[in-house]
Every structure is written in C-alpha cells, then in structure tokens.
C-alpha cells in the first residue's frame, strides 16, 4: 500500500513538468495541473472551446472566464502546504517568528519545535503559546515529528473559505461545501446542512464502494491487458507463419511458372536448330547446282568463242546430254519452306480469379460471419 509521503508526493506532482505543482487547477476528470502548464499547453484555446486532458484525454469545455476559472484543486493544494511545512523539519529549523523579529546571528534563534496549522508557521515553544490563546479561538499546534505530515493532512484544511478565522463545521448539501456557523446562518439558513462528520461518514462509504468497483475494474482491466498481450502474440505467430506460406507457395508457383516457360523455350530452340539444318540443306543443293551450271554455261561458251567446228562437233552430244542432267535436276524446284510459328498466351487477366496460391480468410471472434480478404493468383 502507498505510504502518505508516497500519496503526497504523487498528488502534488504535476503531470506536464513534472514539478511541484503551482496554482493547481482541477479538471472535470481530477486530474490537477499547474496554471501555468495549461496555459502553455492550450494557449490556442479560447473559452467556451473543447479541449482534451493531457493524462486521460478527458474532454472539457474551457471555462467563461478561461483556465483560470477552472475548479482549485483544494487538496493538491492543501498537500503542497504540507509538503512545505514538512520539507524542513530537521531539529535544525529555525522559529520562523524569532527569525524575522531577530537581528543578531541566527545562531543565536530558538530551533523550532512546534508548528501552527492554522498560521503554517515553524516555531519554537516561547511563540507557540500565544498561538494556543488567539481572540477568535487557539490555534492547532502541532509539535514536529517524522509522523508531521500525516497529522498535518488530517487536521489542515479546516478554515472557512469566507470567514478565515472561523472553522468550518457543516456540508450544505444543497451547495456542496464545507460552512461554518456564520454561512450557516446568513447564506445557508433553509439548506439541508449536516454536521461534517456525518457528512463524512456517508461518504466515506460511498467513496469506499467506488473504490471497491474502480479496483474491481482495474483488476479487469490489467487481466484483459494481460490476455491482449497474449492474444497479440499468437497472432504474431500466425501471421508470420501465413506470410512464410504465401511465399512459399509464390516461390512453388513462380518455379512451375519459370519451368512452363523452359519448356516452351526449349521447344523453340529445338525448332530453330531444325529449320537451321533445312536451310543449310538447301542452301547446299542450290550452291551445287549453280556451280555445276555456270561450269557449264563457262564451258560451253568458250568451246562456242574458240573452238573449231570439229571440237563443236566432237563436243556436242556431250554438252547437250550434260544440259539435259542439269536442267532434269533442276534446283529451282527445291524451295525453303520455314515452320510456321504460333503462340497462344494464357489469359493472365483471369489469373487472379483463379484462386492459385490460395484464398486468405480473416475471422474476428464473436462476429457470425466470415470476412473473406480475396484470392490471389500469379
């Protein structure tokens, strides 16, 4: 459990600079920041504008007269004064009465042993006494002690906001506030007043059923963290298990793929190594065929040029039965005829509609039905 020191620490600490608090101001969530802070942090802010708390993100309406007009936050401040009379209670701390009124060397001023809470004054055992027989009533005189700030806390914050020297006495319930006899008898005559410790009493109740519930549901809150945590770890799991199969089951697809396209590659090389050996076959045969027909065509010309008409004569039926071998052979005829090439593409378009790596289902527990993301498909 939090020690009271812990408690005051924690409730006098402002959220955004992380320092005592200074003129803390309450928002409608409790929350109490420094003026100073708020100023800084909504300084865009005009009244009658929504703003968000900077802890719980609480939204509020500015006030009509600004942040300044926000609620006081009475206890914080209350804390703070204890805080202070309780930072310096060392068996060193001088009377803060004998220090002002002393001109000599403060080693010389009585330590303070008592403390004033109504003046919030350190003093020593000489000054304290007039304390214990004011006018209006003594004052609460506390002496110092480790146990100080817990005292402090318990008996603080009993002066009358209207009438200072007065101690507040009942609750209007009406108003909601703290009175004393004189509000009582001028501004809250015909109120629905209790005594305080009656008041207090009731409310100590209800406050000790709320805190009952804020616990229970706190308890909740931490469990259900605890299982989210959980949760958001399985689904890790899942995930990177379903990322690494789609992957794998991309890679299966890309390698059938890369082989289909192997196999259609390949049968085109084969297809053009083929064809490569026909056109050198023909090739072939109409070289052979010219060289033996312009041979002859060379031969049979310079027997016509130079020759005698014996050498034609001897020569003739030769050169004619060779033209006759060579025009029967005729090379002509021999054609290069190249394979006709046809390539139907699949319909790629359709591809996606046809579910191949698979089909992604998302689930969310408690929902009837299933949300399917889509297929996907290379």
Not at 15 to 31: F, I, M
Not at 167 to 176: A, E, F, G, I, P
Not at 192 to 219: H, K, P, V, W, Y
Not at 338 to 344: A, E, G, Y
Request: a negative charge; one cysteine or more.
């Amino acid at each position: 459990m939090a020690t009271v020191a812990s408690v005051t620490t924690d409730l006098t600490t402002c959220a955004v600079c992380l320092d005592l608090l200074d003129n803390p101001k309450s928002l409608p969530c409790l929350h109490a920041f420094c003026l100073k802070c708020l100023e800084g942090i909504f300084e865009n802010k005009r009244p009658g504008n929504k703003a968000l708390c900077p802890v719980c993100r609480n939204e509020f309406c500015i006030p009509p007269a600004g942040l300044g007009g926000l609620q006081h936050h009475f206890f914080a401040h209350l804390l703070l004064d204890v805080h202070k009379a309780a930072k310096d209670k060392s068996d060193e701390s001088p009377c803060e009465v004998c220090f002002e009124e002393s001109c000599t060397s403060s080693e010389k001023i009585p330590t303070a042993t008592m403390y004033c809470v109504n003046c919030k004054q350190k003093l020593c055992k000489q000054c304290s006494k007039p304390h214990r027989r004011m006018k209006g009533g003594g004052h609460q005189i506390k002496r110092l002690s480790a146990a100080m700030e817990k005292e402090l806390i318990e008996l603080s914050g009993c002066a009358c906001d209207k009438h200072k020297d007065e101690q507040v006495k009942l609750y209007c319930s009406d108003c909601k506030e703290n009175i004393c006899l004189i509000c009582s008898a001028v501004n809250h005559r015909n109120h629905n007043c209790t005594e305080i410790a009656e008041a207090a009493a009731d409310f100590r109740q209800t406050m000790d059923d709320d805190g009952a519930r804020i616990l229970l549901a706190i308890s909740t809150l931490r469990e259900q963290s605890r299982e989210m945590e959980q949760d958001k770890d399985k689904f890790r799991c899942e995930l990177d298990d379903t990322w690494n199969m789609v992957l794998a089951t991309g890679d299966i697809i890309k390698r059938s793929v890369d082989d289909q396209v192997h196999e259609v590659l390949s049968e085109l090389q084969k297809v053009e190594s083929e064809n490569a050996k026909k056109t050198d076959n023909v090739e072939e045969s109409y070289q052979i065929a010219l060289v033996s027909m312009e041979s002859y065509h060379a031969c049979a010309t310079e027997l016509l040029d130079k020759g005698q008409p014996c050498d034609l004569t001897r020569a003739a039926s030769e050169l004619h039965d060779r033209a006759t071998e060579l025009l029967g052979k005729d090379a002509a005829t021999v054609k290069y005829q190249p394979p006709r090439l046809t390539f139907t593409p699949a319909d790629v378009t359709q591809v996606k509609y046809l579910g191949v790596v698979g089909k992604l289902t998302i689930t969310t527990e408690g929902e009837p039905d299933a949300y399917i993301c889509g297929d996907i498909g290379v």
